[in-house]
């Protein structure tokens, strides 16, 4: 019954950004960890950023500084705006989520949305 939803994928120019989100249902709690995961052509799933309940950040060395990462505990959603986007950025943008309880590893996911950015 757990549902992670994303939107506002899409194509976007080289320099350009675009905003992804995700919105989780059927939890009556607001989850330790949100975040956002990549999976690029032949390429393994890599952690892009993630934030905790109180609002601390993690983010992959190739988009610190560039992406940005904000969640609404309330309403249970996590954004991710991405700036200066690179073709090397494009991939399909994974939301995930962990139980009340804190672990490295999350426990529910989304189920993709594509983010290709052209040359």
């Known amino acids: 019954q757990v549902q992670l939803v994303e939107s506002g994928g899409g194509l976007v120019q080289f320099g350009g950004s675009l905003t992804v989100s995700c919105a989780a249902s059927?939890?009556?709690?607001?989850?330790?960890?949100m975040g956002w995961y990549r999976q690029a052509p032949g390429k393994e799933r890599e952690k892009v950023a993630t934030m905790t309940r109180l609002g601390v950040t993690t983010y992959a060395d190739s988009v610190k500084e560039r992406f940005d990462i904000s969640r609404d505990n309330d309403k249970n959603t996590v954004s991710l705006r991405m700036n200066s986007l690179k073709p090397e950025d494009t991939g399909v943008y994974y939301c995930?989520?962990?139980?009340?309880?804190?672990?490295?590893?999350?426990?529910?996911w989304g189920q993709g949305t594509q983010v290709t950015v052209s040359s």
């Open positions: 995930s989520s962990t139980s009340y309880y804190y672990s490295d590893q999350p426990l529910y």
């Open positions: 059927g939890i009556s709690f607001s989850p330790s960890v």
